[in-house]
């Protein structure tokens, strides 16, 4: 944080500047900064030591109303006396 706005021009190449409520984004992000969202996502396939190919699981992330389903078919099992532990859990 500054107010000398010479001082944080020479040394910050990217600033984010608060003005009546407002953030307003001033500069350029270096290419090397730039944050890669891909670069975190895990493979479809991972290749073993012997060469066998292996297809990874990937977890579905569900929406609030899948959810919601979700809770009221474990409710339901429960009440009728089912297991609530299944493929569907």
Same mark, same amino acid.
């Given at each position: 944080? !500054?107010? #000398?706005?010479?001082?944080? =021009?020479?040394?910050?190449? *990217? ?16 290419? @090397? $900064?730039?944050? @890669?969202? @891909?670069? #975190?996502?895990?493979?479809? $396939?991972?290749?073993? !030591?012997?060469? #066998?190919?292996? +297809?990874?699981? +990937?977890?579905? +992330? /569900?929406?609030?109303? *899948? /959810?919601?389903?979700? $809770? ?9 006396? /089912?297991? !609530? =532990? !299944?493929?569907?859990?």
């Amino acid at each position: 944080i !500054s107010h #000398n706005r010479e001082f944080t =021009e020479k040394l910050c190449p *990217e600033r984010w500047v608060v003005e009546a409520g407002t953030l307003v984004r001033e500069g350029e992000v270096a290419a @090397d $900064e730039k944050i @890669d969202l @891909d670069a #975190n996502q895990a493979p479809d $396939e991972v290749t073993d !030591s012997l060469g #066998n190919v292996i +297809k990874v699981k +990937k977890e579905k +992330k /569900l929406t609030a109303r *899948e /959810l919601k389903k979700l $809770e009221k078919k474990k409710a339901e099992r429960r009440k009728k006396g /089912l297991p !609530s =532990e !299944s493929e569907e859990d």
